[in-house]
């Protein structure tokens, strides 16, 4: 005779997380989505602290040139007297797909700043696709491409990687990885960065 198993709350459970966990694993969007549900905590806050107080600063930064889908140039000196963010990303990154509704929403509310300008570069280059999937999604950020080579002490491959730049053309704020901008501390910093003359 055979035996039957019961099926136990604690199986079910265990059934649940190894599906929660194969599905991050292999689907981006949801993973995007477990990382954003963290961001909530606030263990993604980018650290300005070392950059407000100018403890940290980065020296001999080429400048940055950048490509839109029009094919016109520009470049962060192309943007002095304005605090300029620029994040790398790509579409298929969870990552970058979770810290995206942030950087939206800190770039409408600076959107008509005349001192704030942000550039998001594409790391595939590939425009059309990043266009769509902004529209997709709601997004209305400035698309561009690189249009120079990015020292690696700037970008070394790790995306999302955010760069700010003072108005003075200052590298001040640099982060590899996932990173919450809209929270209050980084909306702060950049408020005080776009004050200053």
């Not at 100018?54 to 016109?72: C, E, M, R, S, V």
């Not at 999604?137 to 249009?147: E, F, H, K, S």
Request: with cysteine; hydrophobic share 45%.
């Amino acid at each position: 005779m055979i035996q039957r198993k019961k099926i136990s709350v604690s199986n079910i459970i265990s059934l649940l997380i190894v599906g929660l966990l194969l599905l991050v694993v292999f689907k981006p969007g949801v993973k995007s989505y477990v990382i954003r549900a963290l961001m909530v905590t606030g263990i993604f806050n980018p650290d300005t602290a070392q950059f407000a107080t100018g403890t940290k600063k980065y020296a001999n930064i080429p400048d940055l040139q950048f490509k839109n889908a029009d094919g016109k140039l520009t470049s962060v000196g192309g943007f002095y007297t304005k605090v300029v963010f620029v994040n790398y990303w790509a579409t298929w990154c969870p990552p970058c797909l979770a810290e995206m509704p942030a950087i939206n929403d800190l770039y409408n509310k600076y959107k008509n700043n005349e001192h704030v300008a942000f550039i998001m570069v594409d790391v595939d280059s590939d425009l059309p696709r990043a266009r769509a999937f902004m529209q997709k999604n709601g997004y209305n950020l400035p698309l561009y491409v690189q249009a120079n080579p990015v020292p690696d002490s700037l970008m070394n491959g790790t995306i999302p990687t955010t760069l700010v730049f003072d108005k003075r053309g200052n590298l001040v704020f640099k982060h590899a990885g996932v990173a919450d901008y809209g929270s209050r501390s980084f909306d702060v910093f950049i408020k005080n960065l776009a004050s200053r003359n």
